[in-house]
């Protein structure tokens, strides 16, 4: 859930990295490389893939997601098929779920086949999935809460080793008073549609990232489900060293280990599907329509924005990893729009504009997110201002 603000609580902890301390992190079995690929959540089954590898049990997952979607489709053929992709940005996802509410006002927005997000849009992606119903949800999560319901400082546990900078527990608390087992169960259904639900974590270990299908673990039925699903949303949108990592209970090869997993923008700022999947193909094996259109929402500026600094190491820090992730992100848009050209979508792109200058004085301003989602409404209220090509930044 990466910020300007949060960076700063970043770089402190890259700067303290070598002071001494005593560690407090509990004792690690970890997955032996020779087995990664072996690891699996025990009770479930087809609920996650590497997010930089086709899915070696892909033509099942597609025939499956077809054979669902020709029960609630007369010609699913003839139908076009919208796909939304939510980029990281913490706070700035105030941006997205004014952009979505105002899209719904608009009566334009339509119903995503799939729905992915990373980070801040791992928490707003289940709500799109859902539909412009559970706007409200979104509006009171990012305008009505500020950096206190979200993080509780232990800057101290975390320089005398401990694996963060802040206790999980109210963002833990945040994600389980909205995402409820009912919400969940919502979820389920509409995977049982054969739309799908897809959010992106970086097994750290491994350093690779990892896609999960969050329908198909509302759909379980497993008793576990909700905990899992909760889990895997405060992981993609755990910042390492400003949250604690996600430790998940694997098996493989008949015994326990753990992974961790941290913020997927740490290995991608936005996601569609891996590279390798060719959707274009993977339709006409199908008899899917190739009227497709890929919706991509980047929660923050892409264009670079001069700022005089101070020469001092947090700052200089804070400053350098903004702009790395801002051109990561940039990086990975012209990457979505190649993509699309191959696979003949559609491409659509919105972002928060150049000309949104509020500033924001903490990791979460409530200040600022209140105008940031009144500008993605506004804009969304217009039909989202989509551009059909990344802009060149200049």
């Not at 669902?68 to 053929?77: I, N």
């Not at 919400?183 to 549609?193: G, K, M, P, S, W």
Request: hydrophobic letters at 40%; one cysteine or more; a positive charge.
């Amino acid at each position: 859930m990466t910020t300007r603000r949060q960076f700063t609580l970043l770089a402190t902890a890259f700067a303290s990295a070598t002071l001494p301390g005593c560690s407090q992190s509990l004792p690690r079995m970890a997955v032996p490389e020779p087995l990664l690929n072996d690891a699996k959540i025990s009770g479930f089954t087809d609920i996650r893939f590497w997010g930089d590898a086709q899915p070696d049990n892909l033509d099942k997952l597609v025939r499956m997601a077809a054979a669902q979607r020709a029960q609630f489709r007369a010609s699913p053929g003839q139908q076009s098929h919208t796909f939304l992709a939510i980029s990281g940005g913490g706070s700035d996802g105030a941006y997205g779920a004014g952009l979505l509410a105002g899209w719904s006002k608009s009566g334009a927005r339509p119903e995503f086949d799939i729905v992915t997000g990373v980070s801040t849009g791992a928490i707003i992606s289940p709500f799109a999935f859902l539909g412009p119903g559970y706007d409200p949800q979104l509006r009171e999560i990012f305008t009505q809460h500020s950096t206190k319901d979200i993080l509780r400082s232990d800057v101290i546990g975390g320089l005398l080793g401990g694996p963060a900078l802040s206790d999980a527990t109210p963002f833990e608390m945040l994600i389980a008073q909205y995402v409820t087992d009912d919400f969940i169960q919502a979820v389920a259904r509409e995977h049982r549609t054969g739309r799908r639900l897809l959010v992106g974590t970086t097994n750290i270990d491994a350093q690779r990232p990892v896609i999960w299908d969050m329908g198909a673990i509302a759909a379980s039925g497993r008793p576990e489900a909700p905990a899992l699903f909760r889990k895997i949303l405060q992981a993609s949108a755990s910042v390492p060293g400003q949250f604690p990592p996600v430790r998940l209970i694997v098996q493989a090869d008949g015994k326990t280990y753990d992974e961790l997993h941290v913020d997927g923008g740490v290995t991608a700022q936005v996601f569609f599907l891996p590279t390798q999947i060719m959707l274009r193909t993977v339709s006409l094996k199908r008899g899917l329509s190739l009227n497709q259109q890929l919706y991509v929402i980047r929660n923050g500026q892409i264009v670079p924005r001069y700022q005089v600094i101070e020469a001092k190491l947090a700052v200089l820090a804070e400053r350098s990893l903004s702009t790395v992730v801002k051109y990561q992100a940039n990086g990975e848009l012209d990457a979505l729009y190649e993509r699309a050209q191959r696979d003949d979508l559609a491409y659509n792109l919105a972002y928060i504009p150049a000309t949104f200058t509020v500033p924001s004085k903490e990791a979460f301003d409530r200040d600022y997110m209140v105008a940031l989602y009144r500008t993605g409404y506004l804009i969304g209220r217009k039909g989202g201002g989509w551009q059909l090509k990344p802009p060149v930044a200049v």
